[in-house]
């Protein structure tokens, strides 16, 4: 039976991002501060990019023309913490036979619990973000930077697969601060991600998009009646055709980034409010 809100109940929390890929200038902050943060293990040599483990990854994307209307576009890429069509229904989560990732219906996150996780590497064939990574070996830190390594992060050993987490671990902090000060809910600014904090140029915005008073709610403009699409014109989700329900929007005045967003066809027109007729 569906079960229907009065209007004293708020719904639930609903974490998400607005990134905007006009004021990103692609200095990889976000990715260093990430990585610093969770304790994401590297590599002596990085320069391979097929085994290496960045979390939160910055695409360059042009519009393909040459000088002078040649553009360029930097897109950070973390975890999308789909939602599914059906809430609670994302491809990751969907696929895995050891309920070691799951969706947070208070929340809206979708976590990795390292210690169910076995390696079968189904959920990384199911995200179509390529936002998971295996890891391949267990991490070695230099001498000395054992001691810098974050306390509320487990470092993950060898064989199991690792993502953004929407830096949960700070949200667990803020809820717990707020039940010993007798609140009630998290405050927007007690609960930020990392790469939100660290990018100079302002470009991620993150909060709850449920709170019309965060600021990314106000941004994003979610339809929450109509799988939280964007209400918002300069605003687009990742490969929104496939129906995932990302968490993550995307702003961009620039029209070419918008179709290269949701990689639509020559002949198809972002700006539509309905989506994308399917072409056989």
């Known amino acids: 039976m569906k079960q229907t809100q009065t209007h004293n109940q708020k719904p639930p929390q609903r974490y998400g991002m607005a990134i905007d890929l006009d004021k990103c200038t692609g200095c990889g902050a976000c990715m260093v501060a990430c990585s610093a943060e969770n304790n994401v293990p590297f590599k002596e040599d990085e320069t ?12 360059r994307i042009t519009n393909g023309r040459e000088f002078p209307h040649a ?4 897109l950070p890429r973390p975890c999308q913490h789909c939602a599914g069509q059906h809430e609670g229904h994302s491809p990751c989560v969907s696929v895995c036979p050891a309920t ?8 809206g996150i979708v976590s990795q619990i390292y210690t169910r996780c076995f390696g079968c590497r189904y959920c ?11 890891n391949w070996w267990d991490p070695v830190w230099p001498v000395g930077m054992e001691k810098s390594l974050s306390p509320n992060v487990s470092p993950r050993m060898r064989g199991v697969v690792e993502k953004c987490s929407f830096c949960f671990h700070r949200y667990q902090l803020a809820r717990d601060k707020a039940y010993a000060e007798d609140k009630r809910e998290v405050g927007e600014a007690e609960y930020q991600t990392a790469c939100a904090q660290a990018c100079p140029a302002g470009a991620i915005v993150f909060g709850d998009l449920n709170n019309p008073e965060h ?10 009646h109509d799988h939280y699409k964007s209400q918002n014109p300069r605003a687009f989700r990742l490969l929104e055709r496939l129906g995932t329900n990302t968490k993550v929007y995307y702003l961009s005045d620039r029209e070419w980034v918008r ?12 700006s539509a409010s309905t989506p994308p007729k399917e072409h056989a």
């Open 124 to 134: 990384m064939g199911a995200c179509p973000y390529h936002a998971r990574y295996f």
């Open 100 to 107: 070691a990732t799951d969706y947070s219906a208070q929340t």
């Open 71 to 74: 553009e360029v576009c930097y």
């Open 259 to 270: 179709k290269a967003g949701d990689n639509y066809l020559a002949d198809e027109n972002p």
């Open 215 to 224: 600021a990314v709610s106000r941004i994003a403009q979610p339809d929450r």
């Open 48 to 59: 391979n990019k097929l085994l290496s483990i960045t979390w939160m990854k910055v695409f």
